[in-house]
Each structure stands twice: as C-alpha cells, then as structure tokens.
C-alpha cells in the first residue's frame, strides 16, 4: 500500500501492511522485546511471573503499567531506569525533563539508534521527502532528542542537511534563503516566530522555496488555527509528528492535517480511560477521550512496556484514510497531568491556544493558572491591540463557556521560544 506517493522513489519495504498482518508483526516484536526486557533488572520483577512467548495482544493487558515516576532515579545524573543495558551497550546520550528537579537521562544503543531513525521515515514519507530536499534544522542541537533523530533520518534518506544549532533567527533565515532550503524542521512555536522575523526584515517566506514544514514537540501541528497559519505565512504544507523522549518517535500527520497516524508496526497503542474507580484503565471506545498508553517494540537497550505518556487523545481503529494505522483526530489534544478544571469546565491548553490563534495569528501570549476560593483561574497576556483582546475575551467565553481575564501586552514583552514553549504558568500553589 502506497500512503503517500514516496515509497517507490525511496525504495521503503511495505511499512503500511493492512491490520491484521500488523498484528502479526506486533506479537512477533512484542515477544522479542518481553524477552530481552524479562533478564534485566528492572524488569526482572515486573515480569517475573510471565509466561513467555505471549500467544496473542490482548494478554498484553495483564503486564503492569508503566509511568515516569518509575523511571527516575534518586540519584542526579543516573539514566532512566530502563537503560539497565550494560553501560558499555550504550553509544547515545539525551536527556528529558524530570520530576525530582532534575534532567532525566535517556540512553541508546546502535541499534536503538537505527530503529529511531527507521521511525522518522514514516514522518518522512508523510512529508514527501526525497534526496533533492535541502532540510533546515531550525533548531538549538542540545540534549533533547527530538531533532537530533530527525537530522540523522534526513541524511539516511539522503537530503542535504542545513544545521541551524547555534544561530539567530534572522540568520536562520538568511540560511534558508541561501541554501535553497525546501523543508523546514522546528517547533510550532518557532514556525510562527520565523514568520513574524521575516515580516518584520520585508522577507516574503511565501515566496521561498519551502515547501513543508515538519513540526514536532507540542500539539500545534495538528490545530486548525496554528496549522493554517503557518502554512499561510510560510506558503508550505505542514507536516506534524509526535514523540517522546522515553518511548519514541511515534506518531505522524496524516495526509489532510486532522490529526496524527501511530506507527503500529514500531509501538502497540493502547487508549485507556482513568478514574478513581479504574486506577488500572479501562479500553476506551472508538472516538473517546483516553490516555495514550505505548509499547515500543524495537528499543531493545530500553523498552518501554505499556508507558502511559500523559498524553489525551482521541481514537478512531475505523475510518477511510488511505493509511490503516490507528488515526488520532486532532493530533494530541493535550496532557492528562495539564488538563484543567476551572468551575466545572474541562480546558486542555490547545483548546485555548486553537481559539487565540483565531484571533490573533501571530501574537506571543501567555496563560497564568491561579487558584482562588478553591477555584482555578486563567489569564491570557497576549501582544495585540486592545480591539482584539476584547474579541479574545469574547470568544473565549463563547467556546469554552467560562470567562477568561485577557489583557494587552506590550509588544516583544512576552519570552521568546526556539524549542518547545512554556506559555502556561502555574502559580496555584501561590494562590490564596
């Protein structure tokens, strides 16, 4: 099956097989995986009382859940406690952020480093690339994983890789500019930063020779607002994906931008519902809200069995698009740790970013949570005119049935982001 027109040009095996041979594919990589996990020890004890090989998925529901908490380590500077390979196994190094106040350190072997790469070819594939696209790296090469797999997948399909580590955004245009660049790496975020940069230098981004933008690290790729107005600035197509830094890179966007595809033949996904009364999850249905619950299968050097990723999502295992692989409408629709609820109101930060970027494109605004009489509040700072933040505030309260304070910023007073943004400021705890 051919999802995206590349295949034949890259010379890719089948990697969109029809569901029932995926299944087939997953219990043989589910086996291989419990079996290097189960003579290790950190999984020594989780799975001890497993009976190997497993004969179908749905016996997968008996291993226990994972979650970052089980991961960190007391100690600064120890990796997550998966990596449990002998030190010497490991040639890559990253790290995520923690909960204890300090990074969490990731590790991979050669081989893991392989399967990283051979999972950005579906983002690839969904992005058209081939070996005449000049990619930019718009991005700060530090300890976060995400674009550094991506550079590598890049040059594996045989791009030609323009690295921006290090460069100011006017710089990183100049490049684009220079180097005839076609495709464009980066956050969201930092694709309407470009954007704003350019207008305000009399550059016409629209004009250039980009022709897909391939975001990752937030949500935005898949929101309408954010979506269209990126790929109206930059005259390109947006391409989205989705990962983690424990688990991989896991997710890409489907041909029509409305939401993200699992790579099913790398990683087993489960959608599972949370509540006081089901501390273990329960299946949701088809269009449900749940969590994202995901199995690799090919990072030997540090599985990742039933992770929960924090991530809510919506789940369709039946629809019409052209690619078989589970289909997530409107990508990540935020995290289970961030959700709010403020007077009896659910409010996920896309949903408000989805109706900020209605009224205001392009504006750097910022969301502070507080907590009074026992109730959230949010406030949204955004750089515009005063016109538009009563509008905001309109329809804010018209979308999500609550009134949300909005007040003006002065432009350029708000931080910037390169990488993934921190925009929600949560001062509950400060709040009386």
């Excluded at 323009?162 to 220079?178: F, H, K, N, Y």
């Excluded at 699992?262 to 088809?286: K, M, N, Q, S, Y």
Aim: aromatic share 6%.
């Amino acid at each position: 099956m051919t999802t995206n027109g590349t295949k034949a040009e890259t010379g890719a095996i089948d990697r969109y097989p029809p569901p029932e041979r995926c299944r087939e594919i997953q219990l043989h990589k589910l086996n291989e995986v419990l079996a290097v996990a189960k003579k290790r020890p950190f999984y020594a004890n989780r799975l001890g009382d497993v009976s190997l090989p497993l004969e179908s998925l749905e016996r997968l529901s008996e291993l226990p859940l994972l979650s970052k908490d089980d991961l960190l380590c007391e100690q600064r500077g120890r990796p997550a406690k998966i990596f449990d390979a002998a030190p010497g196994d490991y040639i890559r190094m990253h790290q995520t952020s923690g909960s204890k106040g300090w990074p969490m350190p990731i590790r991979d072997t050669a081989a893991d480093w392989r399967w990283w790469i051979d999972c950005w070819q579906y983002v690839l594939d969904a992005a058209e690339v081939t070996a005449a696209d000049v990619a930019m790296m718009a991005f700060s090469f530090g300890p976060f994983i995400g674009f550094w797999t991506a550079n590598d997948a890049l040059v594996h399909r045989g791009a030609l890789v323009v690295p921006g580590g290090g460069m100011s955004s006017e710089a990183r245009l100049r490049m684009i500019q220079d180097h005839r660049c076609t495709v464009v790496c980066c956050t969201p975020t930092y694709a309407l930063h470009l954007a704003g940069v350019a207008i305000e230098n009399g550059i016409d981004l629209a004009a250039s020779s980009v022709r897909v933008v391939i975001v990752a690290g937030e949500p935005g790729g898949s929101v309408p607002a954010v979506r269209g107005r990126i790929e109206s600035t930059w005259g390109a197509r947006v391409v989205d994906h989705s990962g983690a830094s424990e688990v991989g890179a896991w997710g890409f966007g489907d041909a029509d931008g409305q939401g993200l595809h699992v790579i099913e033949t790398e990683f087993i996904a489960e959608r599972l519902r949370f509540d006081e009364a089901h501390l273990l999850g329960t299946p949701a249905d088809d269009g449900d809200e749940a969590e994202l619950v995901l199995t690799n299968l090919g990072r030997h050097g540090g599985p990742a069995i039933r992770y929960r990723t924090g991530d809510m999502v919506r789940g369709f295992r039946h629809h019409d698009l052209p690619c078989p692989f589970l289909w997530l409408r409107g990508g990540v629709l935020g995290r289970a740790d961030d959700m709010l609820i403020v007077r009896g109101v659910n409010v996920f930060p896309s949903s408000v970013e989805a109706v900020i970027r209605e009224v205001e494109p392009s504006g750097e605004y910022r969301v502070t949570v507080t907590r009074r009489e026992q109730m959230d509040q949010l406030k949204v700072e955004i750089e515009t005119t005063p016109e538009k933040v009563r509008a905001l505030a309109g329809h804010l309260r018209d979308r999500l049935a609550m009134r949300i304070e909005a007040v003006a910023a002065d432009a350029g007073s708000l931080p910037r982001f390169e990488a993934k943004a921190r925009r929600w400021i949560d001062n509950r705890q400060e709040s009386t």
